[in-house]
């Protein structure tokens, strides 16, 4: 007797029920980090505890315990999405474009880096003021992030000096000056309250600061 073939069945998508539970996770995690990212940024990593975060979160504090282990996790998990806000905002440079300038792409990157810093001043502040001597590991971590920004920026003083655009001298030194220089001008543009609206102002005034520096474009 032939066999009959099984009839396929269609997966049939899933209900606003069925997904209803995991958007509603996703959006607690996010007011969970909401939450600590504005405490931190008001009263500091050491004097902020995991009830003050539950309170301005709105959620009991095994809730929080759902989705991050302690407060260090919270913190860390802030910072990783930061950096990757500031890893996509700079943009390789390429020299060989006639249709941009060296300098004009320059200018671009240092725009975003301060258009995203001043959209997130909360982290920025953070950052600037917090992120060193929660505990060793942490501090390798952030010194390791810290260090990925001076090699990139060392590989692009060196392109640069190359093709004859950058001034003489150690790439790292000048990686060194312009990234201080760059997180001072941050760090109180977010402590003075700057408006998003002063960026395009900030950016030029850094990037005249690097032309009459190391910077050789017009």
Known sequence: MPRVPKRRTR??????????????KAERRQQILA??????????????TIDDIVAQAGVARGTFYLYFEDKRAIFSDLIDRFGSQLAVAIVRIVTDDPTRTVGSQIHENIRRII???LAERAMTKILFTDAVGIDPL??????SFYENMVLLLVETLKDG????IVADGEPRVLAYMALGALKELLYQA????FAEESAEVLT???YTFLCDGCLRVK
């Open 11 to 24: 997966a049939t998508p899933a209900t606003n029920a069925e997904r209803r539970p995991s958007v509603a």
């Open 35 to 48: 939450a600590a990212r504005g405490l931190f940024a008001k009263r500091g990593y050491h004097l902020t």
């Open 115 to 117: 258009g995203t810093c």
């Open 138 to 143: 942490f501090d390798r971590k952030l010194a």
């Open 161 to 164: 000096q190359k093709l004859g």
């Open 190 to 193: 977010v402590t003075l309250g």
């Open 204 to 206: 030029q005034q850094i």
